[in-house]
């Protein structure tokens, strides 16, 4: 697939918030882990053609920056891979609603990709686990406390351990943010990086998914159950809601926010 910066991304929201008629006052700030601003930046022209509110994206603040700042009150809608603590809700902070999208391994490999659950448990724990065409697979980390480890831990038993022995592993490089582990991945022969299916399918990555115990990443098999392994995003608001977010509240439900969601690779429910 043909890979879209998601610096051109932000540039196509810029365009059309300019472009947009100078009536529409309301401005609604949205920002978040980085694996969704893919997602949030395709919401900005059918949400303004839906509500007339106008959609700024502001990326790099990954889960905890944005509910931060959905604290403060920088941006009006946080986009987060985690639940809230306790203490964050004594903010005022609240979880509007909650998507789904499938949680994805993804390689530069051009050869055969699928695995089996236990096998990719496996490839962190092995420093010689070679792809079927004898290329070292060549493992990307995560910071200890990004939310993807969280979500590996809790749908493939045993990859704890096989994580904490990766760490041991100097050689290993370390992917600060989503964007970052994508554009590695793509630079590096062989790469193996745990991923988003709404951020390789709105970023159009050059990384080919890998299929798991016989079943590839989508989104119909997400929902029949066929593929078990998700990630839940969750939309994070301050109460009392303001009427933009409202209105994208609205929107999310909408037919037109339901294809748009879709369309970059996330469904809408609960957990």
Known sequence: ?????????????????????????????????GGAIGLMTRMAK?????????LEVVPSLGSGGGIRAAAEGAIDVAVAGRTLTDAEKAQGLTEAAVLRTPFVFATSSTGPTAM?????????ADPVATWPDGTRIKVILRPKAEDDNTVMTSHFPGIA???AAARARRELPVATTDLDNAAL????????????????????????LVAIDGTAPALDALENGRYRYDKVLRIVVRSPMTAP??????FLH?????????DGGCI????
Do not use: C, K
């Open 268 to 271: 809408p429910g609960g957990e």
């Open 245 to 250: 977010v409202q209105a994208f509240l609205n």
């Open 116 to 124: 089996t659950a236990h096998e990719i448990v496996r490839v962190y």
């Open 161 to 163: 351990d096989a994580l």
């Open 46 to 54: 059918p949400f303004v053609e839906r509500s007339g509110t106008m």
């Open 185 to 208: 991945a793509e630079g590096l022969e062989g790469s193996f990086i745990g991923a988003t299916y709404t951020q390789m399918v709105t970023e159009r990555r050059d990384l080919r």
């Open 254 to 262: 909408s037919d037109a926010g339901i294809r748009t969601l879709r």
């Open 1 to 33: 697939m043909t890979r879209r910066s998601p610096l051109i991304l932000l540039f196509f929201v810029a365009v059309w918030v300019a472009e947009s008629p100078p009536a529409m006052a309301d401005t609604l700030r949205i920002g978040g882990t």
